[in-house]
Structures are given as C-alpha cells and as structure tokens.
C-alpha cells in the first residue's frame, strides 16, 4: 500500500508510541491529524512534523468524550476530505494490586483503554465503508495476554482490546478494511519499568517501524496480530 496522500488520525500523538508513529508516517507522506488532550504537546509535534516537511495538524480531543471524538471526525473531514487510517493508541496504565486501586483509577482506564477505542473505531467506519477502504490499528499490550500482579485492571481493559479488535476484524473486512493488533512489550516511555536497561527495551520508533509494515502490507493481506518482544530479555 502506498502510504502517500493518506490520511491517519493518531490518538494519544502527544509523546511516547503516538508521537513516534505520527512522525513516522509523516515521513511517508502521509497527512497526519494528531489528537490527545495537551493542545501545547500536539503542538510541539506538529512543529518538529512540519519542520521535517510532513503535513500535520492538532485537534485536542478528549477519546472517552462522543462529542470530543465527532469534532475530530469532522475537522479531518472538514481539512482533508476523508480518513483512511485510524491509530488507536491513546492509552492510561495505573498500576496496583485491586485491594488499594481507587475507583476512579478503574474508571479512567477503562474508559480511555476501550471506551476511547469504540468511539473513535465507530466515528470513522461510516466514512471508510463509503470509500470501501480503511486501516484501523489498535495499539494493545502484552498485558493483554500475560497476566501480572499489579496489573489486574490494565491487563483487563488490554485483554477486551485485543477481543474486540478481532470481532471487529471480522465486522468489517467485506467493507476492505483491515483492522490489526499490535501488542508491544515494555516500551521506553513514561509507561516503562525505569530500573530496566533501556537500551535493552523496546522504543516507540520500534513500535512505529511496526504500524508502517502492517500498513504496507498488500490489501489483500490483513497482518491481525504482531506481537513485539525486546530480542534480549531486560535485566
């Protein structure tokens, strides 16, 4: 698939693996919405995109807001005319054993980890049924398939991820759009365990090398599922 003149919308693009793969997909020429809450680190992005000649613009957005996630459904639309790649990466970890986890803490995980993912999955199909193509890329965890302590509520809401991305998978495929899962392991942002080498961890230009081949892929292949794992084990 040839990326260029498409374009993706990216949530949580502000830092870490949305930055990375909104830089990333920029450089091939793909014009880049970036959405997250911190309108002053979208920003910061879209300047370092335009200054390495990409294409970008910013939309605050709030994912577990239904009106949040219209508006910027209709700004792309408005600026681009269509959508062709959507980017499900905002995401919220807390981590701590059930017993001392507060409510809102529950809360603000599911709705950010799945919550988020279904609105805006749902706010761009009409537009990728129409045009009979799309890319949806949901950015799960490891966490959803190996279980740890402290990690009950995340691993829960990467876990109901990953189930509904292979629903909808299968939702959506007569229509030509693909829906793929990708599951880092630890990842070198504000997420990772800091007492681990970092050079030995995974980097979020790892993860965005990744969204490019999953896109590139033929149309006629959906890569579903693409596990990361760091070569080395972190000591």
Known sequence: MDLKNSVAIITGASKGIGRAVAIALSKEGVNVVLAARS????????????????????????VTSENAVQNLIIETQKKFGKIDILINNA???????VIDLKTQEYEA??????KGVFLCSRAVLPAMIKQKKGEIINIASLAGKNSFAGGSVYSATKWGLIGFSRSLMLEVR???IRVVTISPGSVNTHFADKEKNESQIIQPEDVAETVLFALTMPNRVNVSE????????PR
């Open 109 to 114: 995980m599911m709705d950010v980890n799945l």
């Open 174 to 176: 007569e229509y030509n």
């Open 91 to 97: 995401g919220v970890g807390i981590f701590s054993n």
């Open 39 to 62: 309108t002053e680190l979208l920003l910061m992005v879209q300047k370092e995109i335009a200054e390495n000649g990409g294409k970008a613009i910013s939309i605050a957005t709030d």
């Open 226 to 233: 693409i596990d990361i794992r760091p070569t080395i084990k």
